[in-house]
């Protein structure tokens, strides 16, 4: 089910779980919290799918609105930029930001349109006993015909606000370091021009395969 794979790695979009212990009353704030979140984006999800077809602009709205306070986005595309983020403007940054946040929206929303119903149960929550501002979550993501797919939010605990995420694995798939990875591999075939990249992420993203990318970044 390569859709049903690629949307899981939408949903949960956005390192490695940190298998520390902490305090279980952190842990478990942590896990409900997350629950909370995660139940949330799937009711908007389901409410919402049809918006993906008859107005796509509302579709974006609506996940934004869902993600915006629980995914850092900015962090995550400055971690695919990598080592290249030195080398852009403050404005071609934003820029990435933007058209990285869209990118996802756009490649995985039809996915979801194919898809069946699914839901997501939060297992587990473990924040690490070295830094207590760093955590993993586990879940699984669970189809309708029963099959279930380990998804690990990796998280962090931002400073004045409240626990975001920062990466994900699905299935072992390290989908920070999948996008990585290919915004390396457009520096590269487009010589180094990081406007050039920008302005083809969005063909870029639906190029990656997420199958066979797992690793640390």
Do not use: C
Not at 79 to 96: C, H, I, K, N, S
């Amino acid at each position: 089910m390569v859709n049903f794979r690629k949307w899981v790695s939408f949903v949960t979009m956005v390192m490695l779980a940190v298998a520390l212990t902490a305090p279980a009353s952190a842990n478990e704030a942590l896990r409900q919290y997350v629950d909370e979140n995660t139940q949330h984006l799937v009711q908007k999800l389901n409410e919402d799918r049809g918006l993906y077809t008859t107005d796509p602009e509302a579709f974006y709205r609506s996940m934004n609105e869902a993600l915006i306070d629980f995914v850092d986005f900015r962090r995550i595309a400055a971690r695919v930029m990598g080592r290249y983020a030195r080398q852009a403007t403050p404005d071609q940054r934003d820029e990435f930001v933007a058209k990285f946040k869209r990118s996802l929206f756009d490649s995985y929303a039809q996915a979801l349109v194919e898809t069946e119903q699914f839901s997501i149960e939060v297992k587990d929550a473990v924040v690490s006993a070295g830094n207590d501002a760093r955590a993993a979550v586990q879940m699984e993501v669970i189809s309708a015909s029963g099959n279930r797919y380990p998804v690990t939010y990796s998280m962090y605990l931002k400073e004045g606000q409240d626990w975001m995420m920062e990466n994900v694995i699905v299935e072992g798939v390290n989908i920070g370091l999948a996008f990585r990875d290919r915004f390396s591999q457009e520096m590269e075939a487009n010589r180094g021009d990081i406007q050039a990249v920008i302005d083809g992420w969005g063909d870029a993203v639906k190029e990656i395969s997420l199958e066979g990318e797992a690793g640390e970044s």
